[in-house]
């Protein structure tokens, strides 16, 4: 069955201290697709990154970098030199098709303190 | 990406009452779909709307308590039925992108929902 962890519940750091952000999913298909979604406390889930299985190319967008590695089954996030914005509850989601549609499985979440 | 409006944002119900969450999307979609988030939770699927057929309901949600209507390619609305306490919670609508079921879900801002 799908499943994402995020067994970080919530991690406070220092403004400008790095930070990783675990995820490990489980799923039994060969093609699947990982997200991470950031959720301020405005509540609006703001999408951050796609990754499909076939691509374990690392990623990275300014302060933001994606560790994907299908050996381990995790898809990790790291924010470089955190800022107080980044404080928010992130989401890693697992899709996979089912039953003909893709379904989303969201992680618990881990929220994030960036603290000045 | 689509820009996806929810009304109302947030409003305060009381028990027994019965509240409709309209989510409109500036461009057509095939599939839209309404997640619940619980207080400090993760988002749970309630329901997948098509237009034109009768909404795909997860286990543990029903027709009765959240019936849906997707009139049009742009719109789609929830009602939480006979609330309860319980159904206090942030409701989102979201959409597939342009590449379809495969592509990244995008969500609206939520709404925001008390129930006394």
Do not use: H
């Not at chain 2, 795909?56 to 742009?74: A, H, M, Q």
Request: charged content about 20%; proline content about 4%; hydrophobic content about 30%.
């Amino acid at each position: 069955a799908q499943k994402v962890t995020q067994a970080q519940t919530e991690i406070s750091v220092v403004e400008k201290e790095d930070v990783t952000l675990d995820c490990v999913y489980e799923t039994r298909d060969t093609t699947y697709y990982l997200f991470w979604y950031k959720q301020p406390p405005s509540g609006e889930l703001v999408f951050l990154i796609r990754r499909n299985s076939f691509d374990e190319q690392n990623e990275i967008s300014g302060r933001y970098s994606w560790n994907f590695q299908k050996s381990t089954s995790s898809f990790n996030f790291t924010i470089t030199a955190s800022q107080v914005v980044d404080s928010a509850v992130y989401f890693c989601a697992l899709s996979e098709e089912t039953s003909g549609t893709y379904k989303y499985i969201f992680g618990t979440g881990t929220r994030l303190k960036v603290l000045a | 990406s689509a820009v996806i409006s929810q009304k109302p944002s947030r409003d305060i119900c009381q028990r027994g009452t019965s509240l409709t969450i309209q989510c409109q999307v500036d461009s057509q979609v095939t599939m839209m779909f309404w997640y619940r988030q619980q207080p400090g939770q993760s988002l749970t699927l309630i329901a997948t709307a098509n237009q034109g057929s009768e909404a795909t309901y997860e286990s543990g949600f029903v027709i009765d308590k959240f019936p849906i209507s997707r009139p049009n390619l742009t719109f789609s609305t929830l009602t939480v039925s006979n609330m309860s306490p319980e159904d206090s919670s942030i409701y989102l609508c979201s959409v597939d992108g342009l590449a379809g079921p495969t592509d990244t879900q995008y969500f609206g801002p939520g709404t925001r929902l008390t129930v006394l």
